[in-house]
């Protein structure tokens, strides 16, 4: 009897104890802190931990990077444009401590300095030199989000571009004007080639004049390279003819040929 009574207590103590007990489990992505009575006293690693519920609390925090994206914002360039631009970012947790201790939520305080961030660059900038230099405008937040989100216990990794939006009519005018100008660069190529191929001319030209010879010259080149031309050729008098190995002396008739000498 004493024993069942001594065994009874036991599991009854037990239950109470494992009542007042908490489990939590941290994965290798995760960190964890615990707070005792509300005082930070430390970080955990992976594993599980027991904790008294009654004065004890563990957060769990997620290591890996999360995306996070500040929607369309419509603000007015320098000049006076609607722009609409959105962006994304991604960030991770490096210091957890400091990330409760610096804001009452870190990735809302993020949010808003990005926020704030993309509209200053984008109202400090014309419609024209924002549109050129659209490349640089995610580098440059980039590099003014990082010291705020180290602040914030965070790294902030990548900052980028989605969408930049101009008004419908502003948009077919600036359609128009890359049209122009290119047209305007086609027109340029046209007119170079032009001046190439008439100064070419001038050069021919200057050149039968000095030896009007060539102008026939060219006339046969062009002819031969005609399929099924032939071309008949007077041959001066006078002017020794080739044929069969033997030649004509001027002074014998058209219809004599010399046949060679007897040995």
């Not at 207590?9 to 995760?30: F, K, N, Q, W």
């Amino acid at each position: 009897m004493p024993y069942l009574m001594a065994a009874l207590v036991a599991v009854l103590v037990g239950i109470a104890v494992r009542s007042r007990l908490g489990v939590v489990t941290i994965h290798d992505y995760e960190r964890g802190l615990r707070f005792v009575r509300g005082a930070a006293r430390g970080e955990l690693g992976t594993g599980r931990h027991w904790y008294l519920r009654h004065s004890t609390s563990i957060r769990t925090f997620d290591l890996r990077p999360t995306q996070l994206t500040v929607n369309g914002q419509e603000v007015l360039s320098k000049d006076g444009v609607a722009v609409k631009v959105s962006l994304s970012a991604s960030y991770r947790v490096a210091a957890p401590l400091t990330a409760v201790l610096s804001a009452a939520d870190y990735t809302a305080a993020l949010y808003a300095e990005l926020q704030q961030a993309l509209r200053a660059a984008v109202s400090s900038s014309d419609i024209e030199a924002l549109l050129a230099n659209r490349a640089d405008l995610a580098p440059g937040m980039l590099a003014h989000g990082q010291p705020v989100a180290e602040r914030l216990g965070l790294v902030l990794e990548q900052v980028a571009i989605r969408d930049l939006t101009l008004p419908g009519e502003l948009k077919k005018l600036f359609t128009q004007v890359v049209k122009a100008r290119q047209d305007g660069l086609a027109a340029l190529e046209r007119a170079r080639g032009e001046t190439a191929a008439l100064r070419n001319l001038a050069n021919a030209a200057g050149m039968v004049e000095r030896n009007p010879r060539l102008l026939e010259l060219r006339a046969l080149q062009v002819a031969s390279q005609q399929p099924g031309t032939t071309l008949v050729l007077g041959v001066p008098g006078g002017v020794p003819f080739a044929g069969r190995g033997h030649a004509r002396a001027p002074s014998e008739s058209p219809g004599t040929v010399d046949s060679g000498s007897e040995a």
